[in-house]
């Protein structure tokens, strides 16, 4: 049987199913409740019962002090709903709310998405998950490892497997040691998460969402993110690539798009040469100077954006990449009438 689950202070409802803790079923919906271990050892996800009763409880190695048992309180991870409930618990807002952590995971699995992209797939301890926001990044090192920052390409709802995006670039000793020499249970240390790039969940405004190559993963968190909140307002997604089989998860997208009600998956390809969409507003991005190539990339995807949505006045756009390739961009962007405000931008120091 389904039980309705109100979080205070935050007025936050969410449906527990029967057979899932209480932790389980609040990130599934997307809420982003302060939790570590996930295994009743920690204490972190200790929230206080204010009305309804709980049923069955799973054993915990945490001990309550008599003042936290007197008040009801008790760990989500162990617990299951028996009724309707109303708690007290410790939610996220924004990325400050978030503790720095250093873990050190094993690879469960390298995953090739296309020729040039492998998804890194990292689990954490039992006793020590990540929590996290939507959009963030981490700090992937190890012996033999070069540091990389990498955005987080997975939703929060499971931080016991972290997935990350890594592509194929010549001369780029991450990626190569990736490729070549990474094996399944070598130890990976991840230290975050870090970021602001992250879904404003009570805006209510329609959300364009524009990704570069392997950009997509910290995208793809937030769209994942967004459905597990059930947003109402339209989805859009742009990903800007310069060949078709850089669409590495299209196919993904596409199920997006076949699933819910108002989401849209616009693939831009090339460089303004897109056999599949042409239009006289655009102009010869050949022209246009001092543009690297993923800013060019960029750029041809925010045409496309202004063709489709000439006035952007009442959308939110989150996109990400390096300072230097977002100033045509966000010109652009601007001038067709997005409030600055509502430009989210992962001006990204790493490298996806």
Known sequence: MTRRVELLPSGN???AEAGETLLEAALRSGLNL???CNSGSCGDCQARLISGELGRMGHHD???SREERANNHFLMCRAHAASDLVLEAVEARSAEDIP???ITTTVARLNPLS???MELQLRTPRTQT???LA?????????????RNKSIASCPCNGMLLQFHVQQVEGDPFAEYVFNRMKPRDKVEVEGPYGRFTLDEDSGRPCLFLACETGFAPVKSLIEHAISLEFDQPLRLYWAVSRPEDLYLANYCRSWQDGLDDFRFIPVVGQGDNPDWTSPQVPDLADVPGLSPRARRLLHAGLRITTDYPDLSGFDVYVNGPDADLVALIELLVRHGLPPERLFVDRIAHID
Do not use: A, I, M
């Open 13 to 15: 409802v969410f449906q």
């Open 34 to 36: 302060k939790y570590n």
């Open 62 to 64: 945490y001990v309550f």
């Open 100 to 102: 720095h952590h250093r």
């Open 115 to 117: 020729d040039t992209v």
């Open 130 to 132: 990540l929590w996290f």
């Open 135 to 147: 959009g963030q990044y981490v700090t992937l090192s190890g012996e033999g490892l070069p540091t």
